[in-house]
């Protein structure tokens, strides 16, 4: 990964199912009422929140890199701070591996954890997890063919167009998900990409220096994937505290 190319965004679909384990599981701890957590030691924590975590600290190093370098002070120094809050990700997902790997020494002879009920009069997440699934890698699937038609249509002929249109591609694959299980979150990161991509475009069609494109675009979707993190690492923390 360069400061002049977007993140690889072939693993984005996996942060819907993460998110939506993240408001779920957040929600559970809220309610104390998961039975699989009473007179326990600490159960492990959710495998996607974990590896969303990690994910998320490497997107937002990856698009952060580009406002760092980009030719503008200001842009820069925000650029920085970003890169700074995407190791703080990956030091959280560190330091959650070490915890998980304590636990799992403690637990390796404990009886599995029943299953989590869904919620009251609704399907459990065992239930809902095969459909929603099916849904994510369809979008991935549309999500990389998209990501390789804007290579194809921009690479040559307009490559300042690249990251720009990129990050359309994901911002608008994250709507797929939004429709698919309803969370808001997915709304809201799909509405500043759609803006961050949209306004990309606009500034690379007027000629703007393509250093300063990728620096805009690129804090734009750092800033979404460090919002995708900060809601991860908040899940965990309640969940750890359980």
């Known amino acids: 990964m360069t400061s002049t190319s977007a993140p690889a ?3 984005i679909p996996g942060i819907t199912a993460i998110a939506t384990d993240a408001l779920e ?25 974990r590896g ?16 760092a370098a980009a030719p503008h002070a200001l842009l820069s120094a925000f650029g920085g701070l970003g ?9 959280g997902a560190a330091f ?22 869904g919620p009251a009069g609704g399907p459990t997440t065992t239930d809902r997890r095969p459909s929603i699934g099916r849904t994510f890698a369809l979008a991935g699937a549309l999500e990389v063919a998209g990501i390789v038609a804007v290579v194809v249509a921009f690479g040559r002929t307009r490559p300042e167009f690249v990251m720009p249109a990129v990050a359309l591609v994901v911002a608008l694959h ?11 979150l997915h709304l809201v990161m799909t509405a500043i990409g759609v803006v961050v991509a949209l306004a990309g ?13 990728r620096g805009i675009v690129g804090l734009g979707m750092g800033g979404v994937t460090l919002g995708y993190g900060a809601v991860f690492a908040l899940a965990l923390a309640r969940l ?3």
């Open 52 to 67: 969303g975590l990690l994910l998320m600290g490497i997107f937002t190093l990856g698009w952060m890199m580009n406002a």
């Open 9 to 11: 965004a072939s693993t």
């Open 240 to 242: 750890a505290r359980r």
């Open 96 to 117: 959650v591996a070490v915890r998980e790997r304590r636990i799992a020494s403690a637990l390796a002879t404990s009886p599995p954890a029943a299953p989590t009920p």
């Open 201 to 213: 475009l606009a500034l690379a069609a007027a000629g703007t220096d393509p250093a300063l494109v």
């Open 25 to 49: 599981t957040a929600a559970s701890v809220d309610t104390g009422r998961s039975s699989h957590h009473i007179d326990r030691a600490p159960a492990p924590l959710p495998a996607s929140l």
């Open 83 to 91: 890169l700074l809050a995407g190791a703080a990700l990956l030091l």
């Open 174 to 184: 994250f709507f797929v998900f939004y429709r698919a299980d309803g969370a808001r």
